[in-house]
């Protein structure tokens, strides 16, 4: 599999620790975390652990098809208010859109409206379960507490340096 190859590479030359920054790669995080010896952050444990350590109990959740359907965010502690079938074909546009670069404020208020949709069905805050999504919305755009799922990673390395 060549995310195995390109993890045992990267090991190899030195890394002392690695990141999944893929949300959707998830699935198949216990896979790749056998196949290298030093640690793979798993950017979705770290996601969840901060938001439970914040104290939320019902989250809503921005992310691509295969996460949803793989519920790849769920937790034992939280209630997580995923997007419903029609909230996810209009993610998925803006997720395309992001990665084919042309994003718009148009991309923004789609993201807007389905997170106060959910916080209408309870969700106190969104977690940005696609690394694509901060590209279409961030904190600014919103008065909901947004966890950016990269923000999140990168803090754990830094924790991690830190700590070794």
């Known amino acids: 599999m060549q995310l195995t190859e390109a993890l045992q590479a990267l090991e190899q030359s030195g890394c002392e620790i690695l990141v999944m920054v893929c949300n959707t790669v998830h699935a198949l995080w216990e896979e790749l975390q056998a196949s290298v010896s030093v640690p793979l952050v798993s950017l979705i444990t770290q996601v969840v652990e901060h938001v439970e350590d914040q104290g939320y109990q019902k989250i809503g959740l921005l992310c691509s098809e295969t996460t949803n ?21 209009q993610l998925n546009q803006v997720i395309e859109h992001v990665m084919a670069g042309v994003q718009n404020d148009y991309d923004a208020k789609i993201c807007k409206d389905i997170m106060y949709q959910m916080q209408r069905l309870g969700a106190e805050a969104v977690i940005l379960g ?35």
Do not use: H, W
């Not at 359907?69 to 074909?89: N, V």
């Open 69 to 89: 359907r793989l519920g790849l965010y769920a937790s034992e502690k939280m209630d997580i208010i995923t997007p419903s079938d029609f909230q996810q074909k």
């Open 130 to 164: 696609c690394t694509e999504i901060p590209l279409a919305i961030d904190q600014l755009q919103t008065d909901m507490k947004i966890f950016d799922t990269i923000e999140l990673a990168v803090q754990a390395v830094v924790d991690f340096s830190l700590k070794n």
